[in-house]
């Protein structure tokens, strides 16, 4: 997927513009691509225009004029970019109860290592690779990037709507599957074109 760059992003004047509109067709963009799996995480698969919108409206709220500032920007949701052959996905651990927060980011502790969350299509899966830095040893974060690599065939069972394809999360104490919806698969072949 083509990287952005500074002639793809309005200026703040222009988006603030055009917020609502590019707003409201992001939101349902978001909705074909947003997943759970279980009561706690939730997948966002990532594209161009998702995070065209991220970069646009973390240069709107923090007032970022400078190029050089915007490109740091534009560095960072590039970093997202799905590239050839794969799928990107920001994975969110989701809970909203306060009293149990520690409780079961404690049983998401080692999600980010070893073979946890997967792609699941006929026989064959593949086992997400996620963006280093987002846990250690005592703490792991809520927001983590993930990337998968599906194989030519996953990506054929994608277009057959016959064909179960699964995201599974299977780690200590959570384990979860949930089919993927036709909506989602039609988002993932654009995504490998």
Known sequence: MKQLIQTDLLSIADYERQR??????????????????????????????TLRFQTQEMIRVEYILEPRKI????????????????????????????????????VFMGLDHGETVAIRAGNEQ???????????ETKISAVHF??????????????????????????REYHAETPVPGSM????????Q
């Open 20 to 49: 609502e509109q590019f707003r409201s067709q992001i939101i349902a963009l978001k909705q074909r691509r947003r997943i759970s799996v279980g009561p706690l995480v939730t997948l966002i698969f990532e594209n161009r225009e």
């Open 71 to 106: 490109q740091d920007e534009l560095d960072v949701y590039n970093a997202l970019m799905p590239e050839s052959g794969e799928l990107s996905a920001t994975l969110l651990i989701e809970i909203t109860e306060q009293e149990r927060m520690k409780e079961w980011l404690d």
């Open 185 to 192: 698969r039609e988002e993932w072949l654009s995504d490998l």
């Open 126 to 136: 593949v086992f997400g690779q996620f963006e280093g830095g987002h846990s250690h």
């Open 146 to 171: 993930v990337r998968f690599r599906p194989t030519a065939s996953m990506i054929a069972s994608f277009a057959d709507l016959r064909q179960s394809v699964t995201l599974t999360v299977h780690h």
